[in-house]
């Protein structure tokens, strides 16, 4: 095997990384570092062809508890860290509005 066939196989540093990512919303951050996705998947039925939506939680890892309920997330596979924890927080895509209203309602009143 040549150097050029090795360059050819791996992937470059700046390329796409081949690990999935899937875009969900928060619905639990009630432990610690980690949070719950849910992700909405929408495919035909087998035999009626009707469109069907689905929803699959994923745990993901959160190592700054940045992510709040609510907040729409990208997460990306990584190895596994937990018995179900497959998935790292990636990004926060969009924030929740809800997360403003309860930060603003915990304030002390002076």
């Given at each position: ?80 860290l937990s ?6 927080l990636e ?20």
């Open positions: 095997m040549t150097a050029t066939q090795k360059e050819q196989q791996t992937p470059a540093a700046g390329s796409a990384s081949r690990r999935n990512e899937k875009v969900g919303q928060v619905v639990s951050t009630k432990m610690q570092k980690t949070i719950v996705v849910a992700v909405e998947m929408r495919k035909p039925h087998a035999k009626y062809k009707k469109i069907m939506r689905t929803t699959k939680k994923f745990y993901a890892h959160d190592e700054q508890n940045s992510a709040r309920l609510g907040d729409v997330v990208r997460i990306r596979e990584t190895r596994p018995k179900l924890k497959r998935w790292s990004e926060i895509v969009r924030r929740s509005t809800l997360a403003q209203v309860e930060d603003t309602a915990h304030e002390p009143v002076k």
